[in-house]
């Protein structure tokens, strides 16, 4: 699990601001289905450490009875308080898709994490980091935790702005669906992946990776140039693990995502694709109607 910016000790963890008022070819980012009353309700218990923040006023403040808000497109669909530890468990008052994006309002904190697509009920730990961020670390099951199992299909983490803007994500293998969140969109046509900037998104530089795995030497496929449209590249392999990273026109990168490349055309609440045929990492490249950026094969 990518843990791109380093946590506080343990007990700078309980410092947490809450104020107290394949086949397919469709898109990520596509919102996931309707809602309706259901009887076997899903169950999300979720974790803010500790029992007091330490404000931008310096003033000491427990995070005990702030009231949590969950919703999905809009709606709420459940709501609880948390205790004196920093944690609820709520059960979900409306029949939510699988792999759905749920929105936390704690207090002044927003976060965002996805629904559980393996495990019926989710965990999820929400800690601060040094620099004001918020790492987010979903789990399947019903015990928040900092390092989910890498078997475990439902693990994710992400780095959030605490308004509900996510900066980095990494999802264990077997993980099927990314944040509808995100500010792009990607197609996957078993032969090509096609990158896309969401409206009234811009970005100035794109950095693409088709990784056998994450870290040194795991690479296949690296692109790193202009992204003022979109940007499509031949797929080496579909068990791939793919990374894309964003730059603003500062050259600041604003989204680090790794992820298998399931996870980024899966759609919550609609059919899993049929899978693609078995490709090689040797396979040669199939024609593209549009030219396909030049990429750096390893």
């Known amino acids: 699990m990518l843990l791109r910016r380093k946590l506080?000790?343990?007990?700078?963890?309980?410092?947490?601001?809450?104020?107290?008022?394949?086949?397919?070819?469709?898109?990520?980012?596509v919102n996931p289905g309707t809602i309706s009353p259901g009887s076997a309700a899903r169950q999300v218990t979720l974790a803010f450490p500790g029992?007091?923040?330490?404000?931008?006023?310096?003033?000491t403040q427990s995070v005990g009875g702030t009231a949590v808000t969950l919703t999905f497109n809009g709606q709420i669909v459940g709501k609880g308080t948390?205790?004196?530890t920093g944690k609820v468990t709520i059960e979900l008052d409306q029949a939510v898709p699988a792999g759905s994006t749920i929105t936390v309002t704690a207090g002044s904190t927003i976060v965002t994490f996805v629904l559980a697509t393996s495990a019926h009920d989710t965990a999820v730990m929400v800690q601060r980091n040094a620099d004001g961020t918020l790492t987010v670390t979903t789990a399947g099951g019903e015990q928040p935790e900092t390092n989910p199992d890498p078997n475990d299909p439902d693990g994710e983490q992400?780095?959030?702005?605490?308004?509900?803007g996510t900066e980095m994500v990494s999802d264990n293998d077997g993980h099927s669906v990314l944040p509808s969140n995100l500010p792009i969109t990607v197609t996957n046509t078993?032969?090509?992946?096609t990158i896309t900037a969401k409206s009234g998104q811009s970005f100035s530089r794109l950095r693409f990776e088709e990784n056998v795995h994450d870290g040194d030497g795991g690479s296949k496929l690296k692109f790193d140039g202009?992204?003022?449209?979109?940007?499509?590249f031949a797929l080496i392999a579909q068990s791939a693990r793919i990374r894309i990273e964003l730059f603003d026109a500062n050259g600041k990168q604003v989204l680090d995502v790794r992820a298998p490349i399931s996870a980024f055309t899966a759609v919550a609440g609609q059919?899993?694709?049929?899978?693609c045929p078995s490709v090689t990492a040797s396979a040669s490249p199939l024609p593209s109607a549009s030219p396909l950026p030049t990429g750096t094969p390893h």
Request: with cysteine; net charge negative; proline share 9%.
């Open 190 to 193: 078993c032969t090509t992946i």
């Open 158 to 164: 992400e780095v959030e702005d605490g308004q509900g």
């Open 8 to 29: 506080l000790t343990l007990s700078a963890l309980a410092a947490l601001a809450l104020a107290a008022c394949g086949g397919g070819s469709s898109g990520l980012g």
């Open 271 to 275: 059919p899993t694709p049929s899978p």
């Open 82 to 84: 948390l205790d004196a």
């Open 226 to 232: 202009p992204f003022t449209s979109p940007q499509t």
């Open 51 to 59: 029992v007091s923040s330490l404000s931008t006023g310096r003033q």
